[in-house]
């Protein structure tokens, strides 16, 4: 349903002073958003008052203040609760979640894999910093083993969540991952996310300059960096990576090896694979054994949940004989008193 208008990211702008700290990842992702939402909302005829941007609690979670859109600040962990109810209570909305490593994975672990494993319509922005940012410091699901962290004093002795690994093993349809300083990157990957019907999940790699800082930059700090300790991944292009453009991704039994990238074995991306296999052995790929994969690495098809309740919906009200309250008091047997 084309409106003809054409928007621009500062249509997408609010007028609220965004209280971030200077130099934190969440800056350049906001700017990707809010410029995703606007070639969303361009070219796929969908006026700005259909969007809606749904948060929990986190220093991502400030999100809808900063975007031109209706918005639902929730509370802990929530964000997938509510976005699922507002999608399926009005489909024709565009849901957008934005939500961080701690509010998602940890008190709101539960609501993320099953509105994966749902299939909701919905494109969720994860921020991973690796920490909580907003309660000053504590380790987070996806903290680095070890880390030091104001409730991990001698260094933290869990196994951390990879979030793609968590949204593949539940059944995600898409998943994709870009860093902070990718503006352009991650503006893609949440055009697509936003095109794909089903739950999009874009994790995006984020700095936080206060409690963790340069926590992804061993891999993803520079683009120099970037380039050798990255790749990024296309569907139906070779996964090869490196400064110099030397180095691919191969099978060696039942796990990735790094060969050279004149190797015949270097693999084709099929990010449309049924079996997610070999999805799942990308998005838990980690430095300095594997390089960190970016881009989209999941992207399937299957029925989207609220679709499927609209249609349900409509097939029970097109064979009712009851259509409104009266009806439904009259029907049955009724007595006078």
């Known amino acids: 349903m084309a409106q003809n208008c054409i928007y621009s990211a500062a249509d997408f702008k609010s007028d609220q002073e965004v209280k971030w700290c200077p130099g934190c990842g969440d800056h350049a992702v ?14 796929d005829g969908i006026p ?15 999100f809808p203040y900063y975007v031109k859109t209706y918005g639902f ?50 494109t969720m922005m994860l921020f991973n910093n690796e920490i909580y940012g907003l309660t000053k410091g ?16 001698f260094g933290t002795v869990e196994k951390p969540f990879k979030p793609g690994e968590l949204c593949i093993g539940a059944g995600g349809t898409f998943f994709a991952r870009s860093v902070d300083a990718e503006v352009a990157l991650t503006k893609e990957l949440l055009v697509a996310g936003a095109r794909h019907k089903g739950m999009a999940i874009v994790e995006a790699l984020v700095n936080c300059v206060i409690f963790n800082d340069k926590t992804h930059a061993t891999y993803a700090g520079d683009k120099a960096t970037r380039a050798e300790n990255t790749i990024l991944l296309k569907h139906g ?29 270097v693999l084709t991306h099929d990010a449309h694979a049924a ?14 054994d594997y390089p960190v994969a970016l881009g989209i690495i999941r992207q399937v098809e299957a029925p989207a949940y609220d679709a499927e309740v609209a249609r349900q919906v409509a097939e029970q009200c097109a064979g009712a004989k009851i259509t409104n309250v009266d009806g439904l008091l009259a029907s049955g047997s009724t007595w006078a008193v």
């Open 73 to 122: 600040h929730g509370i802990h962990g929530r964000a997938a609760a509510i976005a699922t109810g507002v999608k399926t209570a009005n489909p024709e909305l565009n849901v957008w979640v934005a939500t961080g490593d701690g509010d998602s994975l940890a008190i709101g672990g539960n609501h993320f894999i099953h509105a994966v494993r749902r299939n909701i319509d919905l």
């Open 237 to 265: 292009e070779k996964m090869i990576y490196g400064a110099a453009k030397d180095k691919g991704l191969a099978f060696d039994g039942e796990k990735l090896k790094v060969v050279p990238a004149n190797d015949p074995g």
């Open 48 to 62: 700005r008052e259909r969007f809606t941007v749904v948060s929990g609690i986190g220093c991502s979670s400030r």
């Open 30 to 43: 906001l700017n990707s958003m809010q410029g995703a939402l606007a070639q969303v909302a361009t070219e």
């Open 275 to 288: 079996n997610p296999m070999v999805h799942f052995l990308l998005a838990g790929m980690s430095w300095p």
């Open 138 to 153: 504590q380790y987070s699901p996806t903290t680095k083993l070890g880390k030091v962290t104001k409730t991990s004093p």
